[in-house]
């Protein structure tokens, strides 16, 4: 298995408040995502990485931003949580970012906005 | 632009009977296919993948693909389900934008019953 590690990997929280979720990897993969996972929707792209402070908006990133300050860690932060927010969160990394190239995913946060 | 459509979003199997998931795409790009397999309170796991060469594809627990460039398809089949098949089937093709992140389908459910 992929050595990577989200936390927490539960959080009940409430409407308006800032949340932290984190993704480190063991790897050193120069990629790395985040997506959230809904019923019916399946795994849709948050923002991604492709190196330490190099990030970009994915498919879904309103109300979302992420950081990278060392290759390891990849933080992403909802600043006020909404209802809307309540997913689940996977983290994937990737060595290269090539097409070809396998993304393995974390185990998942699991998020609750009340 | 890249998608996948899964159809069924539930599939029930006997045990030891054919398994097929299906899965077209639309890719204005040479594809490259995946398919990922999620057990509950887990994350994703590569069941295999498609980038170039042979067309049928080989994978874990049994599994396998076949790449069909003419009916735009790569579904997914085993010859005789387990009971440790019972999971959620996602396909997902990468993209060449966003970080060459993963565009999923909505998944598949699949039940097999004794």
């Known amino acids: 298995d992929a050595g990577i590690t989200q936390s927490p990997r539960h959080k009940v929280t409430e409407t308006g408040t800032p949340v932290t979720l984190r993704c480190h990897q063991t790897e050193n993969h120069r990629y790395m995502y985040w997506y959230r996972q809904d019923p019916g929707h399946g795994l849709r792209l948050i923002h991604y990485?492709?190196?330490?402070?190099?990030?970009d908006k994915g498919e879904v990133s309103d109300g979302y931003s992420v950081s990278r300050s060392k290759t390891e860690d990849f933080l992403l932060t909802l600043e006020s949580a909404t209802s809307s927010q309540t997913s689940v969160y996977f983290c994937a990394i990737s060595e290269t970012g090539a097409r070809s190239d396998t993304q393995y995913f974390g185990p998942g946060t699991r998020l609750t906005v009340l | 632009a890249q998608s996948v459509t899964q159809l069924g979003s539930h599939v029930s199997v006997s045990e030891g009977a054919l398994v097929l998931l299906r899965c077209n795409y639309s890719?204005?790009?040479?594809?490259?296919l995946f398919w990922y397999v999620q057990y509950p309170n887990q994350g994703l796991q590569l069941l295999l993948k498609?980038?170039?060469?042979?067309?049928l594809v080989k994978g874990i627990n049994g599994f396998e693909a076949e790449f069909k460039k003419s009916e735009t398809s790569f579904h997914l089949t085993k010859p005789s389900a387990h009971m440790s098949d019972a999971a959620e089937y996602f396909c997902?093709?990468?993209?060449?934008?966003?970080?060459?992140?993963?565009?999923f389908g909505k998944g598949t459910t699949l039940s097999v019953s004794s």
């Open positions: 498609y980038t170039t060469g042979a067309t």
């Open positions: 890719s204005s790009v040479p594809p490259y």
């Open positions: 990485s492709y190196g330490v402070k190099d990030t």
């Open positions: 997902a093709v990468r993209t060449n934008q966003a970080g060459t992140a993963l565009i």
